[in-house]
């Protein structure tokens, strides 16, 4: 059995080592474009910031280890450039080199990831208008921080966008964050993000287990083998204020025609010390698809 695995990040690293774990005997090649195999994105913004350092740390395996640690054939700078499911192989191209040559599979797994959007306005090619996906990425974000940047503006206040605009701040670089929506982390229902703003990713698509609906698979998720769907989970940190989210928002269920309920649940400030208290909510306003109408009960 020979499989071989487009992409040798977060899915395609994971797929790898899942792989070798059910089959000892099976040759498992990994196709990587970039330089670099199973790094931590989700830490990117913090090397930026200067909370992790150094930058090996964003290394969770080298292409090295994943061959010493689980006979995996990795090929980085390699770019898979054409699929022949009939004849059952992959057109792989060394970018270093230029070669091409044909990789044959028995089972090919696709983990290419996504690409940044970059909207097509004028200027949007010019040299200071960078992206944050991959470590090159970064190293070019970091190397202008370090040149001591002034100023920066994040198009896009989403789990990344306020991420990086955090650990610029921290960094000292005047940032503004510009967002087309109507507030910060867009996923999120308006009313959790007032005092806020984070956390999550990719090329799956995968059944919302709450909506029904087709959806992108957002971060790092394994369907399990008894996969009924997929209920996404989102947690951010932005300076000292936490957001999180599981299941569907009511900005998703609204238009889709899903009864539910919204309660607000209130915490208190003990004015002696300050100190945060948990009580039993004050008010409680809920809300169904039935009876549209808001209502609140004090207690
Ligand atoms: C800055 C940042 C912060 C993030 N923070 C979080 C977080 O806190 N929590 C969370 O859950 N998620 C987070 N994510 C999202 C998470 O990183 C992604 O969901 C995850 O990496 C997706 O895994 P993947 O394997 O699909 O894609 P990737 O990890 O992007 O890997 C895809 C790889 O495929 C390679 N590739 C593409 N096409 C080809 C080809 N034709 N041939 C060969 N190779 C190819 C690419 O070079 C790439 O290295 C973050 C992402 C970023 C960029």
Avoid at 4 to 19: D, P
Avoid at 115 to 137: S, Y
Wanted: charge should be positive; aromatic fraction near 4%; hydrophobic fraction near 40%.
């Amino acid at each position: 059995m020979k499989l071989v695995i487009v992409g040798g990040v977060a899915g395609g690293a994971s797929a790898a080592a899942r792989a070798r774990r059910l089959s000892e005997d099976a040759e498992i090649v990994v196709l990587e474009r970039g330089p670099d195999v199973s790094f931590a994105n989700c830490g990117l913004p913090y090397y930026v910031g200067g909370e992790i350092a150094p930058r090996d740390k964003l290394l969770v395996a080298n292409p090295q280890l994943l061959r010493e640690r689980f006979r995996l054939d990795v090929r980085t700078r390699s770019s898979v450039e054409a699929i022949d499911r009939q004849g059952k192989k992959v057109r792989v191209k060394e970018l270093d080199t230029g070669r091409e040559y044909d990789e044959a599979y028995d089972a090919l797994i696709l983990a290419p990831g996504a690409a940044p959007l970059r909207p097509p306005i004028p200027g949007i090619d010019l040299p200071n208008v960078l992206t944050l996906r991959n470590l090159e990425d970064v190293d070019r974000i970091k190397a202008r921080v370090d040149a001591a940047a002034k100023r920066v503006v994040v198009v896009g206040a989403g789990f990344i966008g306020l991420e990086l605009a955090e650990n610029f701040v921290k960094r000292g670089v005047e940032t503004v964050v510009v967002e087309l929506q109507t507030q910060v982390l867009p996923p999120l229902d308006q009313e959790m993000t007032v005092p806020i703003a984070e956390a999550v990713g990719d090329a799956v698509e995968i059944r919302d287990v709450v909506t029904g609906a087709a959806a992108i698979l957002r971060g790092d998720s394994r369907p399990a083998a008894r996969y009924r769907g997929t209920q996404g989970t989102s947690i951010v940190g932005v300076f000292d204020r936490v957001a999180a989210i599981t299941g569907a928002s009511e900005k998703v269920l609204s238009p889709a025609n899903v009864p539910y309920r919204k309660i607000y649940v209130h915490q208190w400030r003990q004015p002696s010390t300050g100190h945060l208290m948990k009580r039993r909510p004050s008010s409680t306003c809920e809300r169904r698809r039935s009876s549209p109408r808001v209502t609140c009960r004090g207690r």
